[in-house]
């Protein structure tokens, strides 16, 4: 859609949100015929009167206002505290399901994300999820989230099997694939009752000067970048999952983790809307449900972390017509806790217009600060109940996602769509018969080893030899260099073939082991700029 009509329908729906009605239309006929013995028609013949159907507004990401209506009015019928709690996500690092619902049931939270050793087996965390699902309280799912983005942050690890970082996907020169694989990977998330994944990453990388996105952004070109997460978040949802694109304003292009502390931006709006906004104003437009707000600070909107400026927020919706739910990145992060208390920061993210906060340092604290906060009047109930509402309408809408269940060896089939091959002949076979690994870590080495045996290669003992560096960062002299990392610096290597796989997860090894022996093509171009020496990749042509 254009983003001039775009707008124009957020503006309208909107208005539908704020309680505005539109008229329904009354048939008018366009002639009156004289009602004469020889003209009208026998009963028999007569035509049914036109039937006017009321428009159903729906919202972009797809419920109507009809449902959010009925969210709001639940909103409205909660007591203070416990809409309070709706609008909190906590922190889940134990499959103690009673541990869990506890939690949840105590705070009337809105839900949980599993974060390491939530779930450390498909079984565990399925017991997990069916007793958060058990609370009797709701008539509305518990949102059940996790921070699974494959690569270096997979949290359900031992429950799912771990894709590839993002960049792979902005690698994969086949998108469908890049849908196909997210829709599998939301089935299996879905298959062990998570329901929100915060993922994919819209950043856009700047390179190695980006100290934390890096490979979890799809590539360093905005358009690319956009196509791959619009494909991604089709996958999402297709496969049961409610898609999370972050960091707006956009992690990818500061130099600061905010982790540690508050990164600025030192771009201007009009900059920012030419890179780093591309990929979330197209998702947006493609049907998002979910914005993660970012605690960088942009000068344009304000002194503080954005997840703290209306500005952000109002941009967020007037500028780019979001009209679904905005969540906090995590706000136990130093880039917005250094210096205020759990309570001032879930307080003043509320006020700008956050509608879930993710995992604030103190729970009971934070509820007593937004409690508090409505009852003097520094925040109004009615945006508590707005935040509260949205939170509850996307639940009852996740409800409602299904899709058939997760292909066989999906992360595998993936990771050797996305996988870039570089070498002077891309039709000579990369191993023969024998083959040796004369560097890696050692799991990887491992799953390579077995996988390349199970392909009939003999390891060791001479024949092609191969080295496995945890990234582009680090050298080595081989007939193949393999980075399982970063591919930036990987031509610093000597070597007669260059590989980035973004992972080294066991489904991405033996899809490794797939390519080297010619089982699998390798789909995946050169997502970023790799330097005045890079080496044309294989998928380019």
Not at 229 to 238: H, P
Not at 280 to 304: K, L, T, Y
Not at 412 to 420: E, I
């Amino acid at each position: 859609m254009a983003r001039a009509a775009r707008v124009a329908a957020t503006a309208l729906a909107v208005a539908l949100l704020a309680g505005c009605t539109g008229t329904v239309p009354t048939p008018v006929p366009t002639s009156t015929p004289s009602a004469t013995a020889s003209s009208a028609p026998s009963p028999s013949e007569a035509s049914p009167a036109p039937v006017v159907t009321p428009p159903v507004e729906t919202l972009p990401w797809g419920p109507t206002t009809g449902q959010w209506d009925d969210a709001l009015a639940t909103a409205r019928a909660l007591p203070l505290r416990h809409a309070a709690g709706q609008v909190i996500v906590t922190d889940l690092y134990t499959p103690d399901a009673d541990v869990a619902v506890s939690r949840v049931s105590r705070n009337h939270l809105g839900g949980v994300i599993l974060m390491d050793g939530a779930a450390p087996s498909p079984a565990e965390a399925q017991a997990l999820t069916d007793a958060l699902q058990g609370i009797g309280d709701r008539d509305w799912p518990v949102w059940i989230s996790a921070d699974e983005e494959g690569g270096t942050v997979a949290r359900l690890s031992g429950a799912v099997p771990t894709l590839p970082a993002f960049m792979a996907a902005g690698a994969a020169t086949d998108k469908a694939a890049v849908t196909e694989a997210y829709r599998s990977s939301a089935a299996s998330m879905r298959a062990i009752g998570v329901n929100v994944d915060y993922a994919p990453d819209a950043d856009v990388t700047i390179g190695t000067a980006d100290p934390i996105i890096r490979t979890r952004s799809a590539g360093s070109d905005p358009a690319d970048v956009a196509a791959t997460v619009t494909a991604a978040v089709d996958g999402y949802v297709a496969g049961g999952v409610v898609p999370v694109i972050k960091h707006f304003p956009g992690h990818g292009s500061v130099t600061v983790d905010s982790h540690q502390a508050l990164p600025v931006q030192s771009r201007g709006i009009a900059a920012l809307a030419a890179r780093d906004f591309v990929p979330f104003a197209r998702a947006i437009d493609a049907g998002a449900p979910v914005v993660m707000m970012g605690h960088i600070e942009v000068p344009a909107w304000g002194d503080r972390p954005a997840t703290l400026e209306p500005a952000a927020y109002r941009y967020l919706r007037e500028g780019l017509g979001f009209t679904g739910v905005v969540v906090t990145d995590a706000l136990n992060m130093a880039g917005v806790a250094d210096g205020r208390t759990p309570g001032q920061v879930a307080v003043a993210a509320l006020r700008a217009g956050a509608d879930v906060l993710l995992m604030p340092k103190d729970v009971d604290g934070t509820i007593d600060a937004i409690v508090a906060a409505v009852r003097d009047g520094r925040l109004s109930r009615d945006r508590l109940d707005e935040a509260a509402a949205r939170s509850i309408l996307l639940m009852r809408w996740s409800a409602g996602l299904s899709g058939e269940s997760a292909s066989v060896h999906y992360a595998q089939t993936f990771a050797a769509a996305g996988m870039t091959v570089a070498t002077a002949d891309c039709a000579d076979p990369l191993v023969g018969r024998r083959a040796t690994i004369v560097a890696g870590p050692d799991d990887a080495v491992r799953t390579l080893t077995a996988a390349l045996a199970d392909a009939g290669v003999q390891v060791g003992g001479g024949g092609t030899t191969i080295a496995l560096l945890s990234s582009g960062a680090y050298r080595a002299d081989a007939d193949v260099v393999v980075s399982l990392g970063e591919p930036w610096g990987l031509f610093g290597s000597r070597a007669k073939t260059y590989i980035a796989t973004y992972g080294e997860s066991p489904p991405t090894v033996r899809a490794l082991a797939d390519v080297l022996t010619g089982a699998a093509d390798a789909g995946g171009t050169w997502p970023v700029a790799m330097g005045r020496d890079a080496i044309r990749a294989c998928a380019a042509g």
